[in-house]
């Protein structure tokens, strides 16, 4: 068995998309960064890493533990999932960004310096064709992915399949199963790499709430490794724990925190789960 947090220097890393690499605030307002503070108040001497990427869906979390366990191996996995009402797309072939290269830079899995990207990593959210919405001003940025596979696509073609999809696909049985899989996967490999890890969804549908239904994947997710058994989001949460807060603590209607609200997580949900950590059984 792995050692009792405290009694030696841990490495703790937070993975997830902007809800926890901190959207318009200070990185240091962020809740892995103030989790941090909270871990060494209580004495532990812990470092807590924040390699959360904004617009990370779940296929991005496993090249990125694995990059990790191969460059810098952690103690504990802190994973915010990623919402399931995501498009994912992305370059073919060789432009593909490779784990290596993610830093600050990257945006909803975007390179600015090279302006590579990944097949798993860029995501467009199912509000994009709002034209109200602040994620509108992303469709000519997503097209311009679509126009480096298929030099012929028509920005028309594209909005038709957005359309398509909105319509049929997004929130359907065949998108939920799909999430599903990627959080079976994401812990079979944690099992495989014997790491102990959280997992806790941000917002969105709650997944838990689908745990009784008889399609594949469905029955074989732990539960035991979610916050709360996976019973509620972290933002029902909050809503529910700090009502009277919750309107001050938003940093936007997208469910990005400020910083007072990023310690409420850290502090009050996240920092009780790791107390009744316990590492992979031999």
């Not at 191996?73 to 290596?100: C, F, H, I, T, W």
């Not at 925190?257 to 789960?273: K, Q």
Request: glycine residues 4%.
């Amino acid at each position: 068995m792995m050692s009792e947090l405290g009694e030696s220097p841990l490495k703790i890393v937070a993975i997830g998309s902007s809800a926890t690499r901190g959207y318009e605030i200070k990185q240091e307002d962020a809740w892995p960064e103030q989790l941090e503070q909270v871990c060494h108040q209580a004495g532990w001497n812990v470092t807590v890493s924040n390699k959360a990427t904004h617009g990370l869906p779940l296929p991005g979390f496993a090249e990125r533990i694995v990059y990790l366990e191969r460059t810098d191996p952690q103690d504990l996995y802190l994973l915010q999932l990623s919402v399931a009402d995501r498009l994912y797309l992305g370059v073919n072939g060789r432009q593909r960004l490779k784990e290596a290269s993610y830093s600050k830079d990257v945006i909803l899995g975007w390179s600015e310096k090279n302006f590579f990207t990944s097949p798993t990593r860029v995501l467009l959210s199912g509000v994009a064709l709002d034209e109200n919405s602040p994620f509108h001003q992303y469709l000519n940025f997503f097209f311009m992915v679509i126009k480096r596979n298929n030099p012929k696509a028509t920005f028309e073609e594209f909005l038709t399949y957005l359309k398509f999809w909105e319509a049929n696909i997004r929130d359907s049985d065949l998108e939920l199963i799909n999430y599903v899989k990627e959080i079976v996967l994401l812990q079979q490999l944690l099992l495989a790499l014997r790491k102990p890890y959280i997992m806790f969804q941000w917002n969105g549908f709650c997944i838990k709430q689908v745990a009784t239904r008889t399609e594949p994947f469905y029955s074989l997710i732990d539960w035991s490794v979610f916050i709360g058994n996976g019973d509620v989001t972290a933002i029902e949460y909050l809503q529910r724990s700090y009502p009277d807060l919750y309107k001050e603590i938003q940093n936007d209607a997208y469910h990005h925190l400020n910083r007072a609200g990023n310690r409420l997580i850290a502090e009050t949900l996240v920092f009780p789960s790791i107390l009744k950590w316990r590492s992979v059984p031999k």
